[in-house]
């Protein structure tokens, strides 16, 4: 068995056909009976009332490619002791039976280089394909053929570990399943060419368990009928796409959907894709359809398919691949029978850990929920409507990042830069830009030049940070919603909610604005707390800040917690500069790569940098914790739950910052993490464990460690005095009839930067 999660560490040589692959991972103390046991007795809304089941589609194939050895060994050391395989049964020229993705080999294996000249062309439900198949090549010719991943988008990485394409017998007996699902796709191709699916079935049902035999074909079960006998498997009728047509019967699927009693006759259950249950139009769900209650009134048990971490899912999901599958279990109306996954540990942790859990369940692990910019993930950094759901997601700590206006009004937005999240490109004031090298070399909208009434007619706009490498968006409906507040305001807001700790405020270039801009930004806070009633309050206040000199400037005048934001990535910090910290700060934030280091998206390690610094008493908070899959490593399965996991019990974090709070809110409920045998999906990963997997030839090369951090990284000159900014006209809003003497529309800035930063706007108002 494979094992990857972290517990009791041991080295593992797997052995199969000509290749050796050597594994350095954890083995697994756990009993499936243990586990099966703990399993929480909730009343689920399944056909038979019991837990749904998890079917991990070729094995963990989110990770690794399809079918492979790799694959299926690592869902039991990842995943629920009773999910179940899944094989795509193909069968060879010799009729044997393999276990691949489809009965065309060019997307998932490096065929077209061992065998180039025996590419094909066959009737394929009735259109005309060319490839490579299964039926061309004989069981020893598949000894050549090695199977790669079949999502461009996912790790090749394995794409050279020789992984070897399984008979179905080797499967069943290597690793000995604790359930069997074999689906047949093609059944009426193979007969065209005559080889019976039938025949190889049950002659091999004679020395494998096959527990489910799933198929899209009605002719299929009408031919192999009670041939198994009352100990053979469940059959399950597998759905298409609606507007696809069954080929025995020659009507759609969508028809057939609408006479399940027919399938009753010859089936036990149906396994369809996941919209015909909850149908999504423009990346939205609509309301969920009667379709599984339909079937359980006609004693069809349901399995769902589609699901995977790395694919595109609902908006209404914030990319949070665990909340998916609890909306198909847990939603008061109905519940799935099974999920057909890529990635099986979470599947697993959804109905194990996550399922049933009120809002008031008890807190199962301590650590402090800090919002980034409220709930940005959703609406509009530091709007009222990002703060709002934050505190409803159960943030315990909501953030103002302070910028200044110019007639000296504290405000929460996440950059000086208007024009990197409102639409001030846009708007009247695009002439107010001007080139700071403090900020940036390029010119910027800055808040420093607009007045508060000003910058309150500014819509905001949402941050799409991976829209450009990666076209994902974040709730486009909601791009533009919300208000920007002033500190006042989100302290009002804060100090009406019963269940926030705290407020943390973020304050930056407090130098500048003094020097340049004669702002007292840290006098402008203290008073704005004061007249907020937060002197003397019951909720924590936290001031956040990268320059020590601006958090040394809030010890002398007040007594609020203190919190150093180191901004580089790093691998260590020495004594003397924890020394130095301790002088000014009460706790310190880092950056999530300053704990497990990554290269080419796979952990390297992990640092001792959560340790020394809690060893001196300074709690830890890291950032910024994302939903989308993007942004987290290889290692965390595409599931920011794992993530979260892996650095508050795996490094032990004092607190994380997220742009989701919702996700991490959840997660300090969960059921699993407190339990005495931690099941394997609720263990945080162990570091550079999957990089012990790859082929020595596919290791990413090695990089620069990051720096240490030192003292003099630390120290800084106290802030300057506030120097009078000389008073100056305000440009005003732009007038389209104005014109300059060359008899154009009076901007300030050359026709490049406007369409810079139009360009931008347009970017970030997606």
């Known amino acids: 068995m494979i094992t990857y999660m972290q517990d009791n560490p041991s080295m593992f040589k797997f052995r199969a056909s000509k290749f050796i692959l050597s594994v350095f991972i954890l083995v697994q103390l756990l009993l499936p009976t243990q586990l099966l046991a703990q399993r929480t007795k ?58 691949f993705p489809y009965v065309t080999m060019y997307n998932d294996s490096n065929v077209q280089f061992a065998y180039p000249k025996r590419k094909n062309t066959y009737l394929l439900n009735g259109v005309s394909t060319q490839d490579w198949f299964t039926i061309d090549f004989t069981s020893k010719d598949m000894n050549t053929v090695f199977l790669t991943r079949g999502v461009l988008s996912r790790s090749d990485a394995y794409d050279n570990n020789q992984n070897v394409i399984s008979t179905v017998q080797d499967v069943s007996t290597l690793l000995k399943t604790e359930g069997f699902w074999l689906n047949v796709q093609h059944d009426a191709f193979y007969t065209q060419h005559n080889l019976s699916m039938s025949s190889f079935l049950l002659t091999v049902s004679k020395t494998v368990i096959i527990n489910y035999l799933s198929s899209p074909e009605v002719s299929f079960f009408r031919n192999i009928g009670n041939r198994f006998g009352k100990t053979g498997p469940k059959f399950v009728f597998r759905f298409l796409d609606k507007d696809d047509v069954e080929v025995s019967t020659n009507q759609t699927y969508g028809s057939l959907m609408k006479n399940l009693t027919f399938i009753k006759t010859f089936a036990s259950g149906i396994l369809v894709p996941k919209s015909y249950i909850w149908p999504v139009e423009d990346q939205y769900l609509l309301p969920h359809t009667s379709f599984v209650q339909d079937a359980h009134k006609a004693g069809l048990e349901v399995y769902a398919s589609g699901f995977a971490n790395d694919f595109d899912i609902a908006y209404n999901y914030s990319y949070d691949p665990l909340a998916e599958y609890l909306s198909f279990i847990d939603n008061g109306d109905f519940s799935v029978d099974g999920f057909l996954s890529d990635f099986p540990l979470t599947a697993s942790s959804a109905v194990d850990c996550f399922s049933h859990l009120g809002s008031n369940d008890s807190t199962q692990v301590d650590f402090l929920v800090i919002s980034k910019n409220g709930a940005s993930g959703d609406y509009p950094g530091c709007t009222d409507l990002a703060y709002s759901k934050a505190i409803r997601d159960g943030a315990e700590i909501i953030d103002c990042s302070i910028q200044m206006s110019s007639d000296g009004i504290p405000f929460c937005l996440n950059s000086t830069n208007l024009g990197e999240s409102t639409n001030i490109v846009q708007s009247p004031f695009r002439n107010r830009s001007e080139t700071v090298p403090e900020f940036d070399s390029l010119a910027g909208l800055y808040s420093f030049n607009l007045a508060w009434s000003e910058i309150q007619t500014l819509t905001p706009a949402i941050t799409n940070p991976f829209s450009r490498l990666f076209n994902m968006f974040r709730n486009p409906r909601k791009r533009s919603s919300g208000k920007l507040v002033t500190l006042s305001q989100f302290l009002n807001l804060a100090n009406n909610s019963s269940s926030l700790v705290g407020v943390l405020i973020n304050v930056e270039h407090a130098a500048y604005l003094r020097e340049k801009q004669g702002i007292d930004v840290v006098k402008a806070v203290l008073d704005t707390l004061k007249e907020a009633g937060y002197s003397n309050a019951t909720k924590r206040v936290m001031i956040q800040s990268s320059n020590s000199s601006v958090l040394v400037d809030f010890k002398k005048q007040s007594r609020y917690e203190t919190v150093y934001q180191v901004k580089e990535s790093i691998r260590d910090i020495l004594d003397s500069a924890i020394q130095e910290i301790k002088k000014f700060a009460d706790a310190v934030v880092v950056r999530r790569e300053s704990l497990y280091p990554v290269s080419a998206s796979f952990i390297t390690g992990q640092t001792n940098l959560v340790k020394r610094l809690q060893k001196h008493k300074l709690p830890v908070y890291v950032e910024t914790f994302r939903n989308e899959f993007v942004s987290q490593a290889w290692d965390f399965f595409a599931d920011a739950t794992v993530e979260i996991n892996t650095h508050v019990t795996g490094a032990g974090v004092s607190g994380t910052i997220t742009e989701f709070p919702l996700t991490a809110a959840r997660y300090k409920r969960n059921r699993c993490v407190a339990r005495k045998d931690t099941p394997p999906y609720m263990i945080p990963i162990l570091p550079a464990g999957l990089l012990g997997i790859v082929s020595p030839t596919s290791l990413p090369p090695a990089e620069e460690p990051n720096p240490v951090f030192t003292d003099a990284d630390v120290t800084e000159p106290p802030l300057p005095p506030v120097i009078a900014r000389a008073p100056t006209t305000s440009p005003g809003p732009l007038s389209t009839d104005k014109k300059a003497p060359n008899g154009q529309t009076r901007v300030t800035l050359s026709l490049l930067l406007s369409a810079f930063y139009t360009a931008l706007a347009a970017i970030l108002l997606l």
């Not at 009332?49 to 194939?61: D, M, Y």
């Not at 990770?63 to 049964?89: G, Q, R």
């Open 42 to 99: 909730s009343p689920w809304q399944t056909l038979t009332g019991e837990a749904p089941l998890v079917i991990a589609r070729g094995g963990f194939s989110g990770l690794f490619p399809d079918s492979s050895l790799n694959a299926y060994n690592f869902v039991a050391s990842t995943s629920a002791p009773d999910a179940v395989l899944w094989c795509d049964v193909q069968l060879t020229k010799d009729r044997v039976g393999i276990c």
